[in-house]
């Protein structure tokens, strides 16, 4: 879609109500991560000519509205897991972030954190927990011993179909 041109005909020669043999397809066009389709979101038109066999031909239009919320993959990347929770220790030190990410081909892929942060460099990441949080304390995230701030991007290097750990570090 959408059609350039006339489609087939397709002749009914029942009186009864009958469904037409329609089926759309959606195709990846991309490599990006997914298409959003929202609730309400006008997802398709249908426009059908129809000849009566007594000359009064007529003009249809169906609008198709998506149902509900969905995410449409386009062979893009994913990644191991969209929420890691990282148990520190009780005294300072460090721990691993386990996120991994791979694609469905190879791709130069960057990422980067987002978060409430303490400090003007955006580094330290503020200790945003609901039931009795630690006061005073935060978390900075290290990448190779390279401290990784809020908001700015950090390049990966080529991906493929083989997982690539983030290599990131909490502390």
């Known amino acids: 879609l959408p059609l350039n041109s006339s489609s087939s005909k397709y002749i009914v020669t029942d009186n009864n109500y009958l469904g037409l043999p329609l089926r759309m397809y959606l195709t990846a066009t991309g490599t990006a991560g997914g298409v959003v ?37 386009t062979g893009g990347c994913d990644v191991s897991t969209r929420d890691v929770t990282v ?6 030190g460090t721990m691993a972030v386990p ?51 809020a908001n700015r991007n950090v390049s990966l290097g080529k991906v493929g179909t083989s997982p690539v750990n983030l290599g990131l570090t909490a502390t």
């Not at 398709?44 to 009566?52: D, G, Y």
């Not at 148990?87 to 300072?92: A, E, I, M, S």
């Open 37 to 73: 389709i929202n609730a309400g979101e006008l997802i398709a038109r249908l426009n059908m000519h129809k000849v009566a066999s007594n000359g009064n031909p007529k003009d249809f239009t169906w609008n198709i509205y998506a149902n509900n919320n969905v995410v449409i993959p």
């Open 87 to 92: 148990t520190l220790p009780d005294y300072p």
């Open 99 to 149: 996120v991994t990410i791979h694609c469905a081909q190879n791709q130069n892929i960057a990422y980067y954190l987002t978060g409430t942060t303490a400090d003007r460099s955006n580094s330290i990441f503020r200790n945003t927990a609901s039931a009795s949080p630690a006061q005073g304390i935060g978390v900075q995230i290290t990448r190779n011993g390279t401290v990784v701030p």
